[in-house]
């Protein structure tokens, strides 16, 4: 019988989802990967082992994580990090000090903070522009420029950049297209299919998808870049341990039976709340009013569960915050369970204040992540905490 395993691509994305990277364990032929809680692997001679020396450098648990969310991006290498954070720093080590990056203006307040406070005195130059036009990125361009980073949809604001375009600007200049594909998640958009290099996750989010772990993951199609990374993953060492690469495995088993439940309950709490506030202040790109919904239709298939709100003040927004019962106030997003947070003060504090109210990262924004309760009760939450705005 023949069966599918990491390699078939051409299985569909909810078999790929359940089985890519995975095979019965050899022992018991248990059907779920185990959890190798090892640090080390017994030689059987000098030069003599099974393809695994040490645990830095290779784990079979998080080779399955690998392998699986490779498939699902349509990537053939795949590389678990112990964090996001963790993923991007050591993407960050393909450069060297005098190279040069193009950055959206508006990524996840982390990304920021790792270049500013700290790559940045590692001598990397960066130069952060509104990714929405692409001609801002063509014109940020230096001949030291190796990197054009964006998030698509953006971390809070939910802007959408043209990956197509992106690549294609970057390649002419030799430069590699990284993606942060977190709010996506290779369920409703597959940036490899526009050209991108190397797509990135905090897999934290709808890959894990319950909230349970933390975790990176990098993925890459060309093989020297992914020599190049499996050598920083092992000399950098920012892994996860087995645990929570088994974690977020189980978590992408299900990804395909989420999204649709995070795209319908966004959408319909984005339309409610277009409803009460008016469409200027609902920033959610499956509406036909996001000013690059037609874009966002060409690249994503589906829009997930991340929406984000202008309250005008902070005062408001902490009204709204706490009276929330069902979506609890916390950082994070993508799991099975409503989050509501405050992008100014939470995940994007590290901002400095006039580049924040530049961006429109104003005290007054807050962010949803709609999970996949009953969207009734959800709606029923919102409607109680919005009673005072
Ligand atoms: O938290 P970590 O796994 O290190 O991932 C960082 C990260 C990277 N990229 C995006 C788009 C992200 O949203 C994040 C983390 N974001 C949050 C914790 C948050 O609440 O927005």
């Known amino acids: 019988m ?200 905090s897999t934290t989010k709808y890959l894990n998808g319950h909230s349970d772990m933390v975790g990176g993951i990098a993925v890459v199609n060309d093989d020297d870049l992914a020599a190049r990374l499996q050598f920083i993953l092992n000399s950098a060492g920012a892994v996860p341990g087995p645990f929570d690469a088994w974690l977020a495995l189980r978590g992408t088993k299900t990804l395909h039976l989420r999204m649709p439940r995070h795209d319908e309950n966004g959408r319909t709490i984005a339309a409610w709340l277009v409803e009460r506030l008016g469409e200027d202040k609902v920033f959610y790109p499956g509406l036909p009013s996001h000013p690059q919904h037609e874009l966002a239709k060409r690249q994503m298939s589906g829009f997930g569960g991340m929406i984000s709100v202008e309250l005008g003040t902070k005062e408001r927004a902490a009204q709204v915050l706490g009276r929330c019962r069902l979506f609890s106030l916390a950082e994070s997003l993508g799991g099975v369970e409503s989050l509501i947070s405050h992008p100014a003060s939470m995940t994007h504090a590290s901002v400095p204040l006039e580049h924040r109210m530049e961006l429109g990262i104003s005290d007054g924004l807050i962010r949803l992540s709609c999970g996949v309760e009953d969207v009734g009760d959800l709606l029923a939450d919102l409607e109680h905490a919005f009673h005072v705005v």
């Open 2 to 201: 023949t069966r599918v395993f990491d390699e078939d691509l051409t299985a569909g994305f909810a078999t790929r989802a359940i089985h890519a990277g995975q095979r019965p364990e050899p022992l018991a032929g248990a059907i779920m990967t185990p959890i190798y809680q090892t640090s080390t692997y017994v030689q059987e001679g000098l030069g003599q082992n099974k393809g695994y020396e040490y645990a830095r450098g290779k784990n079979p648990t998080r080779e399955a994580l690998e392998r699986n969310v490779a498939a699902l991006e349509g990537g053939r290498h795949g590389f678990a990090f112990s964090s996001g954070m963790g993923a991007l720093d050591s993407i960050m080590k393909l450069f060297r000090t005098g190279d040069h990056v193009v950055c959206g203006e508006n990524v996840y307040g982390g990304t920021f903070r790792l270049f500013d406070k700290l790559l940045q005195n590692f001598g990397l130059r960066f130069t952060y522009v509104d990714t929405r036009d692409p001609q801002r990125i063509e014109d940020a361009l230096t001949p030291e420029t190796r990197l054009v980073l964006v998030e698509t949809p953006t971390n809070p604001l939910m802007r959408i950049t043209d990956l197509r375009a992106s690549a294609e600007i970057a390649h002419r200049a030799n430069a590699l297209l990284l993606v942060d594909n977190t709010f996506a998640s290779p369920f409703f958009q597959r940036p490899f299919d526009f050209g991108a290099d190397i797509v990135y996750h």
